[in-house]
């Protein structure tokens, strides 16, 4: 489908509000450039559009809106997603887009960011620069937006006694906190993130304010995900003070970023391509229950769902892996096996259904041996993986080796 065929919508939890726009125009404007901050003001307005008349439009209609260019319109896309102020998500089956708005920064988490204030800096000067800084100083002696939640009390606190049982039943107080979020609020799974520092006996606490500014720093490079953070926390942690050290989870950051990503050099063939779309037309645990014809257990299907939410795959990304882990040991699901592999999948940032089978077929049709043993004639990747069936088997052990590879 071409490009500008494809059909957008646009969602947004959260208000935008005149203080937004001044921080969009100040802080925003100057590295991502008019151009870009008139996309987001544009897709704003797409929102309140397309919620009061429930529509979708072709993505030719934002170039028509901002009178722009195909690859204008992608180059500022990119910029948004890099300022953290849109989410985009693609449908694999439509190619249609949805774009999540996201809010500024508050002024003092936008400064406090290393790479967002090193670029304004950049962009604006030392004078222009301490310029804006003292208008948000100015600002922020008006401006409550921060600091205060609201706890106006609601109808049904006050009178409760004049509401009648099937309305309290019906309807719940709300307190709306209008507190700003910043990027690890939007960014990070909390539940997911604590969990895996607990596995890794990482004792961070997520409430630490230099915690949370190291995170974020993080963050303002590349949407990190959760898996990603506590690899790079678990390198620069001290296990005796109990402390990230700061200049290495920097230095670790850097690496990532340095880190070229992995060229997958073949090609999906057709029938390939038709399972890619198999896998991504079933739940997992659908697949699984067609694999093995049985559903998966409760504990199968809690570790299952581990592997999936702790590393960001999809469930087509996912139904790969246990397609691959039964082939590769007859005929049996090993949750281990598939986060060895998840493991890999995350260093290497291979993410989608198409990428993941293509880096198994490489993997598995490579003459290089993963384990340097006494001299053999056999590979420890045999495999018949450049097609559908596969028949051989890869211990954890082999696993564990994959990333001398690459």
């Not at 100040?26 to 151009?35: C, D, E, N, V």
């Not at 409760?160 to 309290?168: C, G, N, Q, T």
């Not at 993941?356 to 490489?362: G, H, R, S």
Request: glycine share 2%.
């Amino acid at each position: 489908m071409n490009f500008l065929d494809a059909k957008y919508n646009v969602v947004c939890n959260e208000h935008i509000s005149e203080f937004d726009t001044s921080i969009l125009i100040k802080l925003y404007q100057p590295i991502a450039g008019s151009s870009a901050i008139g996309l987001y003001l544009t897709l704003v307005d797409e929102y309140k559009f397309m919620k009061k008349y429930g529509v979708s439009f072709q993505l030719g209609r934002l170039i028509a809106l901002t009178s722009g260019t195909e690859k204008q319109l992608d180059k500022n896309l990119k910029k948004l997603e890099a300022l953290k102020l849109i989410k985009t998500s693609i449908s694999r089956k439509t190619q249609n887009r949805k774009f999540q708005i996201l809010t500024p920064l508050s002024p003092q988490d936008f400064l406090n960011n290393e790479w967002f204030n090193c670029a304004l800096i950049k962009k604006l000067g030392e004078e222009n620069y301490e310029a804006v800084k003292f208008t948000f100083i100015e600002t922020s002696l008006h401006n409550d937006l921060d600091e205060f939640e609201e706890i106006t009390s609601n109808f049904a606190e006050v009178f409760e006694e004049d509401i009648s049982d099937d309305l309290k039943t019906a309807y719940t107080s709300v307190i709306i906190s209008r507190k700003r979020k910043n990027l690890m609020d939007k960014f990070v799974d909390k539940k997911t993130l604590t969990s895996l520092l607990n596995k890794r006996n990482l004792q961070i606490s997520l409430e630490d304010p230099q915690t949370i500014s190291l995170i974020e720093t993080a963050l303002g490079a590349k949407t990190f995900t959760e898996i990603e953070l506590v690899l790079i926390i678990e390198k620069s942690y001290n296990f005796a003070t109990k402390v990230i050290n700061e200049n290495i989870f920097k230095s670790e950051i850097a690496k990532e970023l340095a880190k070229p990503k992995v060229k997958l050099k073949t090609k999906l063939s057709k029938n390939e391509l038709i399972k890619v779309e198999e896998f991504e037309n079933f739940t997992f645990e659908e697949y699984y229950e067609q694999l093995l014809e049985e559903k998966p257990g409760p504990i199968m299907t809690q570790s299952l769902k581990e592997v999936k939410d702790q590393n960001k795959l999809t469930d087509g990304a996912l139904n790969c892996l246990i397609d691959y882990s039964f082939y590769k040991n007859k005929g049996k699901i090993i949750t281990n096996y598939l986060q060895k592999i998840a493991d890999t999948l995350v260093e290497n940032a291979i993410h989608s259904t198409e990428e993941i089978m293509l880096f198994l077929k490489e993997i598995t049709n490579s003459k290089k041996p993963l384990i340097k043993e006494e001299k053999t004639n056999k590979d420890l990747f045999v495999s018949k993986y450049e097609s559908i069936d596969l028949t051989t088997t890869t211990t954890l052990e082999e696993l564990d080796n994959l990333e001398k590879l690459l």
